[in-house]
């Protein structure tokens, strides 16, 4: 089994944890603000400045970014490729996570259990598609984006990079939407939304403008 750390030691990690443990050995945290020596039993190896003596000293060969903010997880990705380029991401697929036909899902992203991701979709690299969330045919999600739990989305859905669709939304088929726009918890969105807003209600509407290092969570 390949040994991985994850950078991120919080209670997103949780889930992704005992996806990893499956296929993978899971040899410690990565984590940059913990004052603790461990987490879910494994030790925090050290910060993310300690990283190449890390992959160096356990013979590390990969890793996961289990961070639930998607701009933060993106930080950490940046200081991740400055320090080693070649570092792999694996991916987290949940066992009890159902992926149609011609499904591509991107390096470094979580499926977590329930979820349904139907034929010829794409899942960008650094995402996260959350507890019995159902992404229906045909539809793309981009980088660094994250579709919440039980969100419901029709075929042929357009989610760009940075995008966060929130807790029980509902996305009409064939919407489109922009890179760095939150959706709200249970909105229901029946119109394309524009990049860099903040939407929500029944039927969303815009609320205001967001920049994409705004916080969301």
């Known amino acids: ?53 890390i992959v160096k000293k356990y013979k590390i060969d990969g890793g996961f970014i289990s961070i639930g903010d998607n701009f933060t997880r993106w930080k950490i990705f940046q200081k991740i490729r400055e320090t080693i380029p070649d570092f792999k991401f694996v991916k987290a697929i949940h066992k009890k996570a ?14 977590m259990a329930g979820a349904v991701i139907n034929p010829s979709s794409k899942i960008g690299e650094q995402s996260i598609i959350n507890t019995s969330s159902v992404i229906e045919h045909d539809s793309q999600i981009g980088n660094f984006s994250t579709i919440a ?26 919407i489109k939407i922009g890179d760095d726009v939150v959706v709200g918890a249970n909105s229901l969105v029946l119109e394309n939304l524009p990049n860099n807003i903040v939407a929500y209600g029944l039927p969303a509407k815009k609320i205001r403008e967001r920049k994409r290092e705004d916080k969301y969570l």
């Open 1 to 53: 089994m390949d040994k991985i750390i994850l950078f991120g030691a919080s209670g997103h990690s949780k889930p992704i944890l005992e996806i990893l443990e499956q296929d993978f050995q899971v040899v410690g945290y990565i984590d940059d603000f913990s004052q603790k020596d461990s987490f879910c039993n494994y030790p925090i190896l050290g910060k993310t400045e300690d990283m190449l003596e």
């Open 98 to 111: 159902i992926i149609g036909k011609n499904v591509k899902i991107g390096d470094g992203t979580v499926v």
């Open 149 to 174: 739990p039980r969100v419901a989305m029709g075929g042929g859905v357009q989610i760009g990079n940075f995008s966060t669709i929130s807790i029980g939304a509902t996305v009409k088929h064939l």
